[in-house]
């Protein structure tokens, strides 16, 4: 491609309203622009891009045994009637009229149509397993938009389902995927976790997150230095290790009449945060025990999605408001602790190793001082409630845990009956008997992943892309006044057209530009490999090289250059 | 891919709701399933043809120097608004709201958006001509969906958008396109014709169709036995050759109270057809003159595209009711004809050359026999009126015209400054003035394509495909009772591996099916090359070969089998 003859439209200034570098990038590099919030115009860097990783999915999910369907982007509203999410899916899920007035939805996933269309296809236990996939826009009708195609309401997305007969060959599929992504994500040379998550509401017995490690992304990734444990915050197990130091000190009422916070408590009495007990009332499972208390300690904090699986939380969990806690226990939330508490407690892991700690004293400016279990105060249920911080052992007690940020570009999922069953979708089983199908799904979201690739890899310069497999071009021709130079012209001419006819992706920047906003836009975009042609070089029989991804600059031998990019480039 | 793991699905009988020849085979195939009226999920067989389809398309386009984009399917109101089309468009353009209430639609085309795009992104004539294309979901909300995929609701479909600065640019770039649309039919081995369409009342001044010739066609393709005219019924010009004959007989008012049609009147008079003259009156295109007389042969049918062409005709053609001709003329319908007519006529050519011919008196119950012009009334205007028939002469005087049906797979358009006027879309010109973009649109159904080719190419058996490059395999190994041969067995395992392994699309039937069932799957499925393995023909070292198209048979040595394969096989 020539620059002269392409839509380039890289921009020099960083547009003020793009909050992260993939979406800043993109728009400088001229991949994608904005249509209407949350819908973005892919210009043909970006499709380039986007066309180049939906087809390594498409090769990694062949390989895998998935074959490809298409399903349609507008939805029947009575399938996802049949299955529930009619009702409980939310705004998100756009919902219309036809001009026959009936009901429809913009499909932002199709488990209610692929469910639909295998319960009409497969009649017989012998045409399982089967797994289908398909790369296809989706959307979303996200409240805030944002971060440019990371959190769109119009995406592409790779969907998955597969079909079984029984949990053991939805285990074999699921691993076969687990695999599949990690060759893709591999594939792409991208620094990845792949993550047990929680199933939620979902139910549905297994799950994990693939999460590219970048500092803007919105999840918490949690794995261990030394194994390949790996889970996101809201799963990861944080165990408590070592023994309960005995008491020391006698317990003491104190006054703490301006401490309502764990940090003026620990400020104004000099006190070490992790001697100090934190209380949070929550409302119970059940209206015989209406309030709960988790306590954890001061310096941890209480993870929802942990606490409401515990049977006498409430889930989903809801914090219960002051009035009641102050009408039940006598004392302002800033003053409550596990001595003489009238409500059941249930402390943290860590909490239970605890010994000469702090807590409220349940009455309104006081607090209890070295506090001691079973010396002072029985030991309640013990439980895992808080989130895994930085340093925490690893829950396979190998290494310790590190957390860092991460995007969700992959989610695998083993959905189980949850929609064969609300759709009646069953085959004949071995035994002659309707048998419910179990299901898993398998997601990917391939501009998301363009995105991540970016956030997780760049400089000041622009993009570097983790591979050349995906890179817009792989090879740069930067040409010097090549208007002036015949023999500057010739070269790069000739060698444009050699690497075309070799099947390079090449890009031939012959605009009648400064040689500096030349090597600016090809950084930018991130094109690996730059070849500088210029008139005293090519006299020395020389040609420039560039590496964008270390940097470096070396001379090749004219006659030497094809056979250098062969050997070097990756695509 | 063994069919063994593969989502299969042919059917046997021909469902009954699908009534033409594509729909049925593309059901029968395994390769769509209807999931609410004119929406499709596509099935693996299917998806295959389309994405291979998308690929040929995808590298002409590029290489007649088209540039891929992706914009998106929703589309904000506020541009339809601007261009017009908000209020022009009809029922077929889905319109909807977000969760923010604001306007939406479901794009049928994306003219609005690219010119809206080209608008913000292009500043200068430097930047011109550009051409972009996308291969993207659209959606129409037809009003009766038929057909299968021919006329679904929602299709894909490749298209693309060109810029210019000046008519001679656009006139360049759409030339380029006509070849690249040819290459596409070509290479997909389609028999189609480019055909001169109507522009219509978007204006512009080129338009052609891409016609597929096949019998279930909804288009009259109109082209000549010996020249390369070809246009569509609406535009095919219809000349009238040779000399008016001198009158022979008196004009004569005779009673014909039982004759109210052409077809009537030729009857009980028995009089020739083609000396008859029929009169259909149309409203006039100004208030001075409200009605029209339009007059053709008996045997002619009138071309209301080109009616309306015409200064003195409303346009859009519009007939005037019974009521107000009976009170102009004093004649009811059945009884009109060009003498003593109180309003204009306008004839065709045809007529012109008419004598001794018969039309209604303009009083019931009566006709005029033996006309005849200048004699009895005056020669009124003269225009073309009528659609062309089978051996009329060639409007470029090289033989006769035939006419075939035709589904309309592409359509070339010289948009001119439509859009760009009404979006204010300029770039700043060479003078430094502002100047109004001038724009083309191409458009590929794609999903119709696939239809299309099975429309024009198929037998008894089921489908034949065009072309081996967009067969969804082009080879099937069929081994007869593998599971009772373990030569059988091992020879098709290896061939199997091997074309795999040298990139062929393969389909290896290891079904434990009867051989006639295998063959008749392939063959309902269109596999252009089918390898047939027995074991008393291996013991000899041979292979049955069949070719689908051909419907040949012959034996192959064992050992020239791959030879013999990659020889024959085109993709």
Chains 1, 2 share one sequence.
């Not at 076969?176 to 991208?190: A, E, K, T």
């Not at 039940?328 to 602790?337: E, H, P």
């Not at 930018?524 to 020395?540: C, D, Q, R, S």
Request: aromatic fraction near 8%.
């Amino acid at each position: 491609m020539r620059t002269s003859q392409y839509l380039f439209s890289t921009l020099k200034e960083t547009p003020n309203d793009a909050q992260v570098v993939s979406h800043q990038l993109m728009l400088r590099s001229g991949m994608i622009r904005p249509m209407a919030s949350g819908l973005y115009n892919w210009l043909p860097t970006g499709v380039k891009v986007l066309k180049k990783v939906e087809n390594i999915i498409r090769e990694e999910m062949n390989k895998g045994g998935a074959i490809e369907v298409l399903m349609p982007v507008v939805q029947p509203a009575e399938l996802w009637q049949e299955s529930g999410r009619w009702q409980d899916y939310g705004a998100e899920l756009l919902r219309f009229t036809d001009r026959g007035k009936r009901d429809f939805v913009l499909g932002p996933t199709h488990e209610e149509v692929i469910t639909d269309l295998i319960r009409r296809e497969i009649s017989s236990y012998k045409q399982l397993p089967l797994n289908l996939y398909q790369i296809q826009t989706k959307f979303r009708d996200e409240v805030r938009p944002r971060f440019g195609v990371m959190r769109s309401r119009e995406f592409v997305m790779k969907d998955a389902y597969s079909f079984h007969t029984t949990k053991e060959s939805l285990q074999q599929t699921y691993d076969v995927m687990y695999q599949v992504y990690s060759n893709i994500f591999n594939r792409l040379n991208l620094d990845f976790r792949a993550v047990q998550a929680d199933t939620g509401s979902i139910g549905g017995s297994a799950s994990h997150e693939f999460q590219v490690l970048a500092q803007s992304g919105e999840d918490d990734v949690v794995f261990s230095t030394e194994s390949d444990f790996a889970a996101n915050i809201e799963l990861a197990e944080a165990v408590a290790v070592g023994e309960r130091s005995q008491p020391t000190k006698a317990m003491e009422l104190v006054d703490t009449p301006n401490a309502k916070t764990i940090a003026e408590l620990v400020e104004q009495f000099n006190l070490p945060i992790e001697k100090t007990a934190k209380t949070l009332i929550v409302k119970g499972a059940t209206e015989e025990q209406p309030l709960i208390a988790l306590i954890l300690r001061g310096d941890h904090e209480l993870n929802e999605v942990k606490a409401q699986k515990h049977p006498l939380v409430a889930d989903p969990l809801e914090f219960a408001d002051e009035a009641t806690i102050k009408a039940k226990i006598g004392a302002g939330v800033g003053s409550l602790g596990v001595v003489n508490l009238p409500i059941p407690a249930v402390i943290d892991r860590s909490v239970a190793l605890m010994s000469d700690f702090t807590v409220g004293a349940n009455i309104d400016g006081k607090h209890y001082f070295n506090v001691n279990w079973e010396r002072d105060v029985a030991l309640p249920e013990i439980f895992d409630l808080r989130n895994v911080v930085d340093g925490d052992p690893s829950p396979d007690g190998k290494g310790t845990l590190q957390i860092k940020r991460g995007i969700e570009v992959g989610h695998i999922f083993q959905l189980g009956t949850k929609y064969s069953e609300a759709m009646k979708a069953t085959v004949q089983g071995e035994d002659g008997k309707p048998l419910v199908i179990t299901m898993g799904c398998y997601g990917v979201g391939v501009t998301r992943v363009v995105a991540a690739a970016i956030e997780q890899n760049h400089d000041e310069r622009g993009i570097i892309w983790s591979s050349d497999e995906i890179a817009p071009f792989t090879v740069a021709i930067v040409p010097m006044n090549m208007y002036k130079s015949e023999s500057v012209q010739q070269f790069a001419e000739e060698l444009y057209h050699t690497l075309q006819s070799q099947g390079v992706d090449v890009i031939f920047d012959d605009r009648k530009e400064r040689p500096g906003v030349m090597f600016a836009d090809m950084e930018l975009i991130g094109v690996p490999h730059m070849v500088v042609i210029g008139e005293k070089n090519l006299a020395n029989g020389e040609i420039e090289y560039k590496n964008r991804r270390t940097g470096e600059r070396q001379m090749i031998a004219k006659d030497e250059l094809l056979a250098f990019l062969k050997e070097n480039v990756k695509a």
